[in-house]
């Protein structure tokens, strides 16, 4: 969606995002119109539209944009630099972009071309490159991005959560965060999703990190509570995980559902319940190979003040360079 235009001064702001951008001809085949602008998270909206509200949900801090002109002949293109409080945050506004068909780049940490558009996804910044409906101006316009994402520090591979679902069957660069609402359910949004196709069919993965082991109850109450009321319950399967349930209904499809300590994991498709169930198997065997050991270190560094890690994502989520 084309910005609108800015009335207020915002060239006079400072962030860091602007070291990124490229000056004047620095970019090949690109020159800057005119100084790059600044836009700090609360004023979004004086500069997109419905946009404004997403990147509000995920908490951005602020947003710098160039405006480039192609000196080959391949129009315009606009460089937005989204900055945010963490790599999970900013993970989030990327990935809800990923809809529709797309082409992923070999880019770190994650880049994918999309209609008239390049994304990328780099620590607590998202990039957002979009270019004219010129056909040709593609590799014109990756060289662009691919110059933006060479002034970028190296950053931590994707949250350390998404490691936990099973590797059998996942679709490759599936992985989103969501603010929203997972499953259709709002109560169980700030969740970790991944696709997978089981022999053809799709299933979604989620997994919800809650603040205690009270609340992960709670929140499989509820998604339990919602298939009571709707569709039918059936056998829980033994052993998995420490409470869980099986359900069907004709709208929602098959779910096996469960908890570990504060984590609430779902699967969801309408597949035969048995290899929905497969999943969620070995999802659990991934999960208590590692989650144990990690749990009881964060819950020591929470007592004893953690004071050397100012992230605001909790350390058992963090991948580490």
């Not at 957002?128 to 056909?135: H, I, W």
């Not at 998404?162 to 599936?174: A, D, G, I, Q, W």
């Not at 964060?298 to 003040?305: F, I, L, M, P």
């Amino acid at each position: 969606m084309s910005p609108k235009p800015v009335d207020e001064n915002f060239a006079s702001i400072e962030s860091v995002s602007l070291q990124f951008l490229p000056r004047q001809h620095e970019a090949p085949g690109w020159q800057l119109e005119k100084d790059p602008i600044v836009i700090p998270g609360n004023r979004l909206r004086d500069y997109l539209d419905q946009d404004a509200a997403t990147f509000a949900r995920y908490e951005a801090i602020d947003m710098t944009a160039g405006t480039y002109t192609g000196t080959n002949g391949y129009g315009f293109a606009t460089v937005e630099i989204f900055r945010f409080p963490d790599f999970v945050k900013s993970f989030g506004a990327y990935s809800v972009h990923k809809e529709g068909p797309v082409k992923f780049l070999d880019i770190a940490n994650e880049a994918f071309v999309a209609k008239h558009s390049i994304h990328l996804w780099r620590g607590p910044f998202y990039v957002r490159v979009t270019g004219g409906a010129n056909a040709d101006a593609l590799p014109s316009l990756l060289r662009l991005t691919s110059f933006v994402a060479d002034r970028m520090p190296a950053a931590p591979a994707k949250p350390a959560v998404f490691n936990f679902f099973s590797t059998n069957y996942r679709v490759p660069n599936s992985e989103r965060y969501s603010a929203d609402a997972a499953l259709g359910q709002r109560f169980l949004a700030n969740s970790f999703q991944v696709s997978f196709n089981v022999d053809g069919a799709p299933v979604t993965g989620v997994i919800v990190p809650s603040a205690n082991q009270a609340t992960a109850a709670r929140l499989l109450d509820l998604y339990r509570t919602l298939y009571v009321r709707n569709g039918k319950l059936m056998d829980p399967i033994p052993n998995l995980g420490e409470d869980n349930f099986t359900a069907e209904d004709k709208f929602m499809g098959r779910t096996v559902a469960f908890r570990i300590d504060r984590l609430l994991i779902a699967f969801n498709g309408f597949n035969e319940r048995q290899k929905i169930i497969d999943l969620a198997t070995a999802t659990d065997q991934r999960i208590l190979g590692t989650i144990r050991k990690q749990l009881v270190t964060a819950d020591k560094n929470a007592e004893n003040g953690d004071n050397g890690n100012t992230s605001t994502v909790p350390a058992w989520m963090q991948n580490k360079h």
